[in-house]
């Protein structure tokens, strides 16, 4: 099993920033990508950001330019740092890992959310 730690989330003023973290830990024999999706009240759960075991990145298009992805050397926890945030940022950001077993088939784990509110 894999279990994945969500932080960083809360309450900020348009233009402001937060940093998200996400720490995976349990029976992991490869991590292929990580990512952040976020889902806003009565909306569907859109990416956000990802990055992968290469080190690749994809943005949604809405935050290109104000958020940046990112992983530590040990390739187990992802940040999210959002800057010029804006009142449409608002919604609960889940963290998601991709992960190898030793047969190389994936499976993917769901952080439990964290909370970001952009006030205007």
């Known amino acids: 099993q894999v279990q994945l730690v969500e932080s960083g989330g809360g309450l900020v003023q348009a233009g402001g920033s937060l940093r998200l973290s996400c720490a995976a830990s349990?029976?992991?024999?490869?991590?292929?990508?990580m990512g952040w999706y976020r889902q806003a009240p009565g909306q569907q759960r859109d990416l956000v950001a990802s990055i992968t075991s290469d080190g690749s990145t994809n943005y949604a298009d809405s935050v290109k330019g104000r958020f940046t992805i990112s992983r530590d050397n040990a390739k187990t926890t992802v940040y999210l740092q959002m800057n010029s945030l804006k009142p449409e940022d608002t919604a609960v950001y889940y963290c998601?890992?991709?992960?190898?077993?030793?047969?190389?088939?994936?499976?993917?784990?769901w952080g439990q959310g964290t909370q970001v509110t952009v006030s205007s």
């Open positions: 349990g029976s992991i024999f490869r991590i292929n990508a």
């Open positions: 998601k890992v991709v992960v190898a077993n030793l047969l190389f088939k994936e499976y993917n784990y």
